[in-house]
C-alpha cells in the first residue's frame, strides 16, 4: 500500500503510437524535403548542360546573349 502504480498497458502503448506517428511524419517531411532539393538540382544541371550546347541563333531566339548563356552555364548546380 502506498507503492506507486505502474501506468496501465494500453496509456502507454498509445503513448508510443503517438510518438512514433510524429517520428514518422517528421522523417517523411523531411524525406520529401530532400528529394524534392536533388530533384531540382538535377534539373538545374540538366537544364544547363543543354543552355550551354545550345547555338547562337536559338539563344537568341530565347533573348539570351552567349556571355549570358555563359554566365548561367558557370554555375553551381545548388546556385539557384
Known amino acids: 500500500m502506498g507503492a506507486q502504480q505502474v501506468p ?3 496509456f ?3 503513448r508510443h503510437a503517438a510518438a512514433a506517428y510524429r517520428f514518422a511524419a517528421a522523417f517523411a517531411r523531411t524525406t520529401l524535403a530532400v528529394s524534392d532539393t536533388l530533384h ?3 534539373d ?3 537544364q ?3 543552355l550551354g550546347k545550345m547555338s547562337d541563333h536559338l539563344l537568341k531566339d ?3 546573349s552567349r556571355s549570358d548563356a ?3 552555364v558557370g554555375k553551381r548546380f545548388w546556385e539557384g
Request: hydrophobic share 45%; glycine share 10%; charged share 40%.
Open 44 to 46: 538545374r544541371y540538366r
Open 70 to 72: 555563359g554566365r548561367e
Open 48 to 50: 544547363r548542360r543543354a
Open 12 to 14: 502507454l502503448a498509445r
Open 40 to 42: 531540382l538540382w538535377m
Open 62 to 64: 530565347l533573348g539570351l
Open 8 to 10: 496501465a498497458p494500453r
